[in-house]
């Protein structure tokens, strides 16, 4: 298990855990970051994650990309 940041561009791989407090947990899966769903890296810029979940392009801080274990 690693976080999503140490996923390389186009990478594959499903959501394993999601950390952090209720607050972030419950953000994060109201975007679509739920445990079992594939994601993709599409792109990274000054740290923040562009990926790819459920059919849709989601734009996350590094620190929310440190919250998702894949």
């Known amino acids: 298990m690693m976080p ?3 996923a390389g561009l186009g990478e594959e791989r ?5 950390g952090g407090r209720t607050e972030t947990r419950q953000f994060l899966e109201s975007m679509g970051f ?4 594939m994601v993709k890296v599409l792109s990274e810029m000054s740290g923040n994650v562009i990926v790819q979940v459920k059919d849709t392009r989601v734009a996350i801080s590094k620190e929310m990309a440190l919250k998702i274990m894949v």
């Open 4 to 6: 999503l940041t140490l």
């Open 14 to 18: 499903y959501i394993k855990q999601i």
């Open 34 to 37: 739920v445990t079992g769903t």
